[in-house]
Nanobody, 124 residues
Framework: QVQLVESGGGLVQAGGSLRLSCAAS????????MGWFRQAPGKEREFVAAIGWSGGSTYYADSVKGRFTISRDNAKNTVYLEMSGLKPEDTADYYC?????????????????WGQGTQVTVSS
């Protein structure tokens, strides 16, 4: 089992920045690809960003490319999502996910482990 706990969400004005964190516990963190997803009210959960187990490969949704940066610290069992240039359409609950298979994280919403989410609200 892998337990994931997100933090760092909040209310921010358009153009502002936030850093989300996802702390993992349980099995060996460095064995897992990690991803961030988001779900806005009334919409399906969507992929935001992912990072391979070593941190050497990163993937982004077109909607956040150039504004968001995913990173991980395997010594701290934590993955981060630096968000800048935030827009009202970025408002959503943000979820951290983990799976041994990077392709599953990047191309599906069926990762094995999920956190409870943290809310991000961007005001215009």
């Amino acid at each position: 089992q892998v337990q994931l706990v997100e933090s760092g969400g909040g209310l921010v004005q358009a153009g502002g920045s936030l850093r989300l964190s996802c702390a993992a516990s349980g099995r060996t963190f460095s064995n897992y690809a990690m991803g961030w997803f988001r779900q806005a009210p009334g919409k399906e959960r969507e992929f935001v960003a992912a990072i391979g187990w070593s941190g050497g490969s990163t993937y982004y949704a077109d909607s956040v490319k150039g504004r968001f940066t995913i990173s991980r610290d395997n010594a701290k069992n934590t993955v981060y999502l630096e968000m800048s240039g935030l827009k009202p359409e970025d408002t959503a609950d943000y979820y951290c996910a983990a799976d041994r298979n990077t392709r599953v994280v990047v191309t599906t919403t069926r990762s094995t482990y999920w956190g409870q989410g943290t809310q991000v609200t961007v005001s215009s």
